[in-house]
């Protein structure tokens, strides 16, 4: 026993200095976007071992608050900094963050399979978040009221479809809440008039509904997403404090290459370059 | 006395092996002090930090502009002349009404309670009283087990099971609603109403129910007008426990409820409670911000429920006791 408790102590003696290692880079933030930090993370450190690259998630609101505590060197975010949050850096660091794309996602919006409506404006989409239409009838559809699912307000996905979809209106107040876009994709599985949105998601009983625009649908194919085309399409961030320099600048470096866009893609997001 | 002038008091010499023990028994009740007191300590430090966090609400201005006492608790005009109670902290105007996250509460723990406060008692009451010895052994232990389910896994099972079926069976518009959200809930708390009562039923001492029967009670009177009012202050503690879980319960709710900030007292309708609200919007509000101390002032407001709330309930099982005992204790 006592030998072991004496190995236990000199390993974590050991385990100190490398902890304190100027080879660390910590990554912080956004849920959406922690698989695909992970993975940078993972194939970089393939090819440089000496680096130990930490990801975790928290939701982008946690990242962009752990660079103002200076927890985090690098801030993932899936919405674009506040300008609270920007005073807060000035305040603290004299700067006001570097703001990195670094990948591209677009908000979708799902109905149930059994829909068979294909293709909304986003006038209508408005209307049906705002509390206009209750009504599949009223847009095109069956006669059926329409139960609409909607993020919780804290979360960088409602931001975007508040501005770019309701024009900074109000959420209807019937508009139902879930925590993250599986439990979304999940309700509108099950239940036939309900809507909901989040990233391109790829699940059994539920459909991607293309944007109407003029005479054209747009489909949120990863094409029109890239170029732009898809008008509810977004960037991912990293932000930092600073310039990148150093390790985090070779991480940084990494995951904007070409072999660290091909990683956005699988991961099922779409590459800024 | 004179003698104690002349020779001082001394101490009677110890053994060796007395003073050994007498050196572990103090060691051990300072640490049993200074472990109580560090629980303390901590609880303590926790109301302190919660209590500064939500502080700001009402010492800084731009907060008290944005979430005044008013706008959380009246209504606001939410369009001109339309005034409303909402819970959007994150709008361009931030409308912070309580008032919806109050109801969405009430809603789905009164659900809960109404479930689980009979469920919960008569179950116990049946395990004490009626079931077999096998049974009872076999009983006990299935219904503990279910306490150790974690609430996210029965807010899980809720939102993907109970809320079609129930959907179905009760002709709801939604399928995520007070009632689901409800009964998961209650799943949470029976186990903790059983588990109390069956304590305080089975510690009713035996001699009572002895002469409930000989005076000629059925066994079905005794357990309903002599053990059950015995064990009431038990009984009451866990409805009080099974409360304080249901109110402060977030994960099983935050999935299974829809979380609409609507204000109607339907069961069909979505309910946004004050805990999922913390746990919804705590991951990515802008730290030190208004909408930040909002989220702590509801946690607030939820430690002061239940300890009102055990307030209350103390003081009545005082009265209760002092009726059964006469005054005697």
Known sequence: ?273 | MEQGLTQPVVAPTLSPAARRRQLKEKAIAGFITLMAFTGIAALILIIIFVAKEALALFTEAEARHEASLSKMFLAQDVAPGRPAFRWQPVSKVPKVSMIPLFVGTLKTTAVSMLVAVPLGIFGALFAAEFAPRRLRELLKPVIELLAGIPSVVLGFFALMVMSTFVKDLFAFDRPLNAMVAGLGLALAIVPVIFTVSEDALTAVPRSYREASLALGATPWETAWKVVLPAAAPGILAACVLGFGRAIGETMIVLMASGNADVISWSLGDSARSLSATIAAEMGEVVVGSPHYSLLFFIGVQLFLFTFVLNLMASTWTKRVVKKLTGGAA
């Not at chain 1, 993370?41 to 990242?63: D, H, L, R």
């Not at chain 1, 139960?147 to 996905?157: A, L, Q």
């Not at chain 1, 994709?185 to 391109?200: C, D, F, H, L, T």
């Not at chain 1, 008008?231 to 991912?236: E, I």
């Open chain 1, 1 to 273: 026993m006592k030998t072991f408790i004496g190995s236990l102590i000199a390993g974590l003696l050991l385990a100190l200095p490398l902890s304190a290692h100027a080879g660390n880079v910590t990554v912080k933030g956004s849920d959406t976007m922690v698989i695909l930090g992970q993975r940078w993370a993972e194939e970089f450190m393939k090819t440089t071992p000496a680096t130990k690259v930490q990801v975790t998630g928290g939701g982008s609101g946690v990242g962009l608050a752990a660079l103002q505590n200076g927890t985090t060197e690098i801030a993932m975010s899936s919405r674009e900094i506040k300008d609270a949050e920007k005073q807060k850096l000035r305040a603290r660091y004299n700067t006001t963050g570097v703001q990195i794309p670094v990948a591209k996602d677009g908000v979708t919006f799902y109905v149930n399979e059994g829909n068979p409506l294909t293709a909304l404006t986003v006038e209508q989409l408005r209307g049906i978040y705002v509390g206009d239409v209750t009504n599949w009838k009223q847009v095109g559809g069956p006669d059926a009221p329409i139960i609409v699912y909607s993020r919780e307000n804290s979360s960088g996905t409602y931001v975007f479809v508040k501005d770019h979809v309701l024009d900074g209106e109000d959420y209807a107040a019937s508009a139902q809440t879930l925590p993250g876009t599986a439990a979304v994709v999940n309700a509108v599985s099950k239940e036939k008039n309900s809507i909901g949105y989040g990233g391109s998601a790829y699940a059994k009983g539920i459909k991607e509904l293309k944007i109407k625009k003029g005479n054209e649908d747009i489909a949120p194919s990863a094409e029109n997403i890239k170029t732009g085309k898809y008008p509810l399409s977004r960037d991912l961030y990293f932000y930092l404090r600073n310039k990148p320099a150093g390790e985090a600048k070779a991480f940084i470096d990494y995951a904007l290459s070409p072999e660290g866009q091909a990683v956005v893609t699988k991961v099922g997001y779409f590459p800024v370059k």
